[in-house]
């Protein structure tokens, strides 16, 4: 265990939704390298209120890197430097001494800035609930064993399922798109035999619903970079790929109707 | 915190009833364009025209290699292309519709996805992005994509209407008119700089088309990005081999 | 006075008292349930599987979550796996089995019905969870793929990777994003309940704080629902999330609702030890680990060598040489004790001395290294990312912490508080566990209590309130508790002292942990009991919270739920010392036997201690729900 000292934090400060914010400086003296960068936080703004000042608003849960919680640029990079990596489990080992971090809110019109560094990411929700499920009414399911599905099938939708919520796909994209995120619900629930009878109205609607809210995909790579979990971007060209399918297949079967 | 009363409040009511909403639908390609994705899909697909055509136009032009009766017979052939079912040049002018069209759609994509994307950050990142993914090509596909546009007006006044091509333009005299053009010095690099940024646009273009339209298989993946190298790094050399040759005077007229 | 609880068990024999009680149980017209409201509190898996179902059944439901996000609830944090007794694998699972080990395990202090009940609908569970699209691990056959667990014989548990809470938490997010996308759910997020409401003794609704506008209002429903997870974080140091808390559940007991079993807290065996002060959260790995790896610390006290350099002969396997049968695989309580015993010897390993070994090289020489390393790779990765040792490479270092809280709001058969109307599922209630909680057995139990029996018994209450009126948010009660509500809020701002919420916490925490935490002794509680009320004390005249009650305040929301913990942490000290016997995860030092196990006093303490508010933790009543076992014999548990 060793301590990293005298580090520089610019952190962003807002007060709300409609205001002005604005970078400021904040020196910690020393921190222990096994502290997590939460930790650290949560060190300073104990000395923040020490101090009689409000102590600086982030969201944060688990830290766990499970719950999708966190978020925070850190020097330019959706959850900071370390890979495949939320910020709850990023360790003050990644950095040294006298380093000074900037610290910033995710930006997206999305994802508007509720305070300090916190952000609403509901978008998200909004898309998983026009099809990111699979109707099953509590009750009526056959025994689990019925429909074998072949390990790499059942891999490859965990793979997808993996997806957290955090919102540093978006936050990393310079479009501000969300196509990582909604092609992981996709693709998690496209590939398994459950998820086939509402494959293309589940594929349509969320696609559409994204559009509401985010930017398009230019295929950079940047989400897959972020991505604390690691969600390949071959699920974005499985959603493209269903898109496609999904029109042209629904338009057919609303023609029958 | 009296000043917090003025301002507009969070809408804090609760969320129900959002899948109920129906979407209003247009005819059905007005209707797929209007999605991100869907123009995503015709950025591909006019890319991939535009591939096309720039692949034959650069094998085409290496006729240019053999001597002036090769290439403007080549020029010839063009015109009487589907003679005599169709009347001579038709063909032609349907390919540079087709051409001109996709052009068009490709610009208008680029241009309502660009704004889309402005709209879904309008407030920027106050400190610098460190970016780990996306590459100079990528991030430069606007760029690129202007510079090429502008070679492109300025390729077709330059050697099919021949305004641009100086006082000695004579129609049919395509070989002529190429070395002509490429003799001065300053077109020859607007020339081999234009055919860089197609390349560098092309190296996102072509990979990016694989994503766009879903065409993802394990299997060839990782070929995707081999193929856009292959294809960019085949049209930027042959295309920008034509103005080196003939500075270095390899082709150039025999009078 | 105390009263003896009746839990309302249904009559006839165990295997048939749930479906007696399904027929005899009163049902509400399906065109009728849209006039009743249920407000169901808390969103993970026990609150969003009720949610959703209830909304299916076409109740209308009102969700309260103060994430931001019905998916981020605490139930995602979940590893190893879910129980159920599929018998998948022919090893002689079976429902009598699923309940027998639950009941053992919980140290015969839980009630046969509802454990027996759990285990009957355990398949049920599994059977949705496919259905809603959870990837559950599979065999290359295409089947469900099970693997072994704590405190069980046969391999009975299901898993998808080391992530199983995450995907069973985001189906039932995704059935309750459905019901909300489709009308059936209104969802309030970011908004914590703050108060409870009862008029004539009867639920009538909550009152909750909009943690964004940091606006207080009311809501009031038929029936209401609290899900809203257990306590652990009284520690401070848990396992548990940031934000959980105990603020509902204390809420709800401070308005009538009794809390049963207090003392009842699980202390996971393999979590990776503190590593130095500001240290604000533990880390659970999950008990899966201990399928492959074999716990051991070096023989000798203070041996300095890497682990490597110490010989086979220098190490002490002390799980496998205590409890051989079931070897590394023994139950939490009893691993954690035994773990902190290897610590307290001076035989600990790691820079603090405040670990043992979890070592991963035997099964890596028998197996291969690609067959652990798929096995394990996110949670070696993640050991990794926190600790910055390979695990493959050096033996992981772990250490026993706070994690589950078998204790909660006490229920009776239907999951209905001492509140008529008001109902606790999931961590928050006590009902199933008993003294100690096996692993994978806290998903199945939520997942059992908000999709199969929570939908159910509601009815039966509701059925025979139609067309009656019921109380509004305009009655004087839920004026009476806003305004509570609001000077409470207001009052922490006001303080104006010194010390911040968490400051206080860590204090707390530090109290509860040393004499309310592995093991206890009547001394230590008693002092636990004297010091608690003074820093309490101290928490009320010196706290300070910046900022103020309106808009964002995380400090503030804070200082609202270190308040309900502190008079919980009293509570949990009075019940550990009232209970005057060694049981699950409550360990008195002054009962064991001559090997150190816990001794239990079946003649004195088989029951459920439930505690009535009465204005002061300190002066709370203890009534008793006797505990009968009529189909189990009560054996010592020995897993030896």
């Known amino acids: 265990m060793e301590a990293i000292q005298n580090i520089t934090l610019k952190v962003w400060r807002q007060d709300g939704p409609a205001d002005g914010g604005r970078f400021e400086n904040y020196n910690v003296p020393e921190i222990s390298d096994e502290a997590s960068f939460l930790e650290m936080l949560d060190v300073l703004n104990e000395r923040l209120i020490n101090e009689g000042k409000e102590a600086i608003v982030f969201d944060h849960d688990c830290r766990e890197g499970i719950c999708g919680t966190c978020s925070l640029m850190i020097n330019g990079q959706a959850h900071g430097p370390a890979r495949m990596t939320a910020t709850c489990q990023l360790h003050m080992r990644k950095f040294a001494s006298n380093d000074t971090i900037v610290v910033e809110p995710w930006r997206a019109s999305a994802f508007p800035i509720l305070k300090d560094l916190m952000v609403d990411r509901s978008a998200f929700d909004r898309i998983i609930e026009v099809g990111g499920f699979i109707t099953a009414p509590t009750g009526g399911a056959p025994d689990a064993n019925l429909i074998p599905i072949p390990k790499p099938v059942a891999d490859a939708a965990m793979d997808a399922a993996e997806c957290i919520g955090c919102g540093a796909c978006v936050a990393a994209c310079p479009n501000g798109a969300a196509n990582l995120f909604t092609s992981a619900k996709i693709a998690h629930l496209n590939m398994l035999p459950q998820g086939q009878a509402e494959r293309f109205a589940r594929t349509e609607a969320m696609v559409e619903k994204m559009d509401e809210h985010f930017g398009s995909c230019t295929n950079h790579g940047e989400c897959e970079a972020a991505c604390p979990k690691g969600i390949s971007l071959d699920f974005i060209a499985l959603m493209n790929q269903d898109y496609r399918k999904s029109k042209f297949k629904n338009r057919k079967s609303l023609s029958r109707t | ?255 | 006075m105390s009263v003896v609880l009746d839990p309302k068990v249904p009559d006839g024999p165990l295997a048939e008292k749930w479906d007696n009680y399904k027929f005899e149980a009163k049902l509400v017209n399906p065109a009728n349930k849209r006039k009743f409201k249920i407000i169901v509190v808390g969103t993970g898996l026990a609150g969003a599987s009720a949610a959703a179902t209830l909304a299916e059944l076409g109740y209308t439901v009102d969700a309260f979550t103060f994430h931001d996000s019905p998916r981020r609830a605490h139930s995602i944090a979940a590893q190893g796996g879910i129980n159920a007794s599929k018998n998948y694998h022919g090893d002689g699972d079976s429902v009598h089995r699923l309940f027998y080990d639950t009941i053992k395990g919980g140290d015969f202090r839980s009630r046969e019905a509802n454990v027996h009940r759990l285990a009957q609908v355990s398949s049920n569970i599994i059977d949705q969870m496919v259905a809603q699209g959870v990837p559950f691990a599979r065999e290359y056959g295409g089947l469900l793929d099970n693997r072994s667990f704590g405190g069980a014989q046969v391999s009975r548990t299901f898993y998808a990777r080391g992530q199983t809470g995450q995907q069973l938490l985001l189906g039932a997010y995704q059935q309750l994003a459905r019901q909300i996308g489709l009308g059936g759910v209104r969802l309030f997020n970011r908004s914590e309940l703050v108060d409870v409401v009862t008029v004539d003794g009867r639920s009538a609704g909550i009152v909750v704080r909009d943690l964004i506008t940091g606006e207080i209002t009311s809501h009031a429903a038929h029936a209401v629902v609290l899900a809203t997870g257990g306590y652990g974080n009284a520690f401070f140091l848990s396992t548990n999330a940031m934000n959980c808390n105990v603020t509902a559940a204390w809420r709800a007991h401070r308005k009538g609702a009794y809390f049963a079993n207090p003392c009842y807290t699980q202390i996971h065996p393999t979590c990776i030890p503190q590593s130095d002060d500001t240290q604000s959260k533990l880390t659970l790995m999950s008990e899966s680990l201990r399928n492959d790896g074999r716990v051991w610390v070096p023989s000798k006290i203070d041996d300095e060598r890497p682990a490597a350099q110490i010989p086979e002969n220098e190490r002490d396997y002390y799980l496998e040489r205590l409890y051989p049968s079931f070897g590394n695989l023994a139950p939490r309580d009893i691993s954690s004790r035994a773990a902190k015993r290897a610590v307290d010897s001076g035989r600990g390993v790691g820079p603090l001395k405040n670990g043992v070994n979890l070592d991963f090289q035997s099964a890596i020489d028998r197996l291969g290294f690609d067959t652990v390393w798929e096995r394990y790779s996110n949670l070696f990765e993640m050991y990794e990312r926190i600790t910055g040792e390979d695990p493959t490479k050096t033996p992981m270092r772990i250490y026993p912490a706070s994690h589950y809280t078998m204790g909660g709001l006490w229920v009776d058969y239907e999951l209905m508080t001492t509140v008529p109307g008001l109902y606790c599922a999931g961590e928050a209630n006590f009902s199933d566990h008993g003294a100690n909680r096996l692993g994978a057995s806290a998903l199945m139990q939520g997942l059992s209590d908000g999709y199969f029996v929570l939908p159910y018994t509601i009815g039966n209450y509701l059925a025979p309130m139609l067309n009656k009126p019921t109380p509004g948010t305009d009655h004087p009660e839920f004026k009476a508790a806003e305004l509570a509500a609001k000077a409470r809020y207001h009052g922490y701002v006001s303080i104006g002292g010194t010390k911040s919420p968490d400051h206080f916490h860590r204090e707390l925490g530090h109290i509860i942990w040393d004499y309310c935490g592995m093991e206890r002794t009547a001394e230590g509680l008693e002092k636990a009991l004297a010091e608690l009320p003074a820093l309490y004390e101290e928490f009320k005249t010196d706290l300070r919270v910046t900022g103020t009650d309106e808009g964002v305040n995380q400090t503030l929301e804070k200082a609202g739920r270190v308040d309900d913990f502190f008079q919980l942490g009293m509570l949990m000290c009075r019940d550990a010392l009232e209970r005057e016997e060694s049981c699950g995860g409550h360990f008195r030092v002054e009962y064991q036997d001559a090997e150190g196990e816990a001794l239990r006093d079946d003649e004195n303490f088989s029951h459920v201690a439930a505690w009535e508010w009465t204005g002061d933790p300190m002066t709370s009543i203890r009534n008793k729900e006797e505990l009968t076992f009529d189909n189990v014999h009560l054996a010592v548990r020995s897993y030896k």
Do not use: C
């Open chain 2, 1 to 255: 915190m009296a000043s917090t009363i003025s301002k507009p409040a969070p809408d804090r009511s609760p969320v129900t009833g959002t899948a109920t909403q129906k979407r209003k639908r247009k005819p059905f390609l007005l209707d797929i364009y209007s999605t991100a994705v869907g123009k995503k899909y015709v950025m591909a697909i006019t890319g991939i025209i535009g591939i096309g055509f720039v692949l034959v136009h650069m094998i085409g032009n290496l006729k240019m290699y053999l001597g002036p009766a090769e290439f403007d017979h080549y020029a010839e052939f063009l015109r009487e292309l589907l003679v005599p079912i169709l009347p001579r040049t038709v063909t032609l002018w349907l390919l540079r519709l087709t051409l001109i069209g996709a052009i068009l759609l490709h610009i208008h994509a680029a241009y309502s996805l660009t704004i889309l994307n402005r709209k879904a950050r309008p407030v920027k990142y106050q400190s610098e992005r460190d970016y780990v993914a996306a590459n100079f090509a990528s991030r430069t596909m606007r760029w690129s994509g202007i510079i090429v546009l502008l070679f492109i007006i300025w390729h077709l006044l330059d050697l099919t209407a021949g305004t641009l091509n100086g006082s000695g333009f004579v129609r049919g005299h395509a070989y002529e008119n190429v070395v002509n053009t490429l003799d001065r010095p300053a077109v020859a690099i607007f020339y081999i700089i234009a055919n860089i940024a197609l390349g560098i646009h092309l190296f996102h273009g072509v990979w990016s088309l694989f994503q766009s339209m879903g065409w993802s298989n394990p299997r060839f993946n990782k070929w995707r990005r081999e193929a856009a190298i292959g294809i960019a790094t085949l049209i930027v050399v042959g295309n920008v081999s034509f103005p080196i040759a003939v500075l270095a005077n390899i082709v150039k007229v025999k009078s």
